[in-house]
């Protein structure tokens, strides 16, 4: 079937340093890819998207890759701030006659201290 | 555009009293989603609706009825509230264009007592 896997949280880093979030997923075609932000307290907004095998995902100053070899779309930012703290998911589009549904992984908190 | 809304933010219940969650968008959207999402466990699909008149059940559709007599409005109706339905309801939509992303409302939060 379809899933998400994400890496267990929580995530603690200190303001200016390196983030990755490892996400992988199964493959079934070729689902777009995608990374949600959840900010406390709010619902979930997308962050990026990708929707084919080596497409970058890009916004905000993080970026995903799509990589069909490895199945994964890990998310990174080369100098995180105080204001990405939030609960980050990543996403896959079903596939075939479910393409309309997403399949969410299970979230990873992020929080970034001054 | 206000996008998903929806109402209440915030509602505590009952065991068994019933209640309707009420999600609204405003982007012609066909397709509506309700999710549940649970502390450490991400979002789990309850019910689907791929237009007006129709509607199926995803992962976790026990204890719970949808409806969609127009494109705009997807209420999610509980009708025996339990403590297991305690949690935070996300409504989402998805038109037929585009990307394929979905657009979340802010949420309900349900406590079930």
């Known amino acids: 079937g379809n899933s998400v896997t994400q890496m267990e949280g929580p995530v603690t880093l200190s303001e200016e340093a390196f983030l990755t979030i490892n996400c992988t997923y199964t493959?079934?075609?070729?689902?777009?890819l995608f990374w949600y932000v959840q900010y406390p307290g709010e619902g979930l907004q997308l962050l990026l998207k990708?929707?084919?095998?080596?497409d970058k995902g890009s916004n905000k100053g993080f970026e995903a890759t799509y990589r069909k070899e490895t199945t994964s779309f890990h998310l990174e930012k080369g100098s995180v701030q105080v204001s990405d703290s939030a609960v980050y998911f990543c996403?896959?589009?079903?596939?075939?006659?479910?393409?309309?549904?997403?399949?969410f992984g299970k979230g990873t908190l992020l929080t970034v201290n001054p | 555009n206000a996008g998903v809304t929806q109402t209440p933010k915030f509602r505590i219940l009952k065991i068994g009293q019933s209640m309707t969650l009420q999600c609204a968008q405003d982007?012609?959207?066909?397709?509506m989603y309700w999710y549940r999402q649970d502390p450490g466990m991400g979002l789990k699909l309850i019910y689907y609706?791929?237009?007006?008149?129709?509607?199926d059940k995803g992962e976790v559709p026990n204890g719970y009825n949808v409806s969609r007599s127009t494109t705009e409005d997807f209420p999610l109706r509980l009708e025996l509230a339990a403590p297991s339905q305690t949690s935070v309801y996300f409504c989402?939509?998805?038109?037929?264009?585009?990307?394929?992303?979905?657009?979340f409302g802010p949420g309900t939060r349900l406590t079930v007592t």
């Open positions: 982007m012609n959207h066909n397709y």
């Open positions: 493959a079934t075609g070729y689902p777009s």
């Open positions: 990708a929707t084919k095998a080596d």
């Open positions: 609706s791929v237009g007006a008149g129709i509607t």
């Open positions: 996403a896959r589009g079903d596939s075939g006659g479910s393409n309309y549904k997403l399949t």
């Open positions: 989402a939509s998805r038109g037929l264009a585009g990307g394929r992303e979905q657009y």
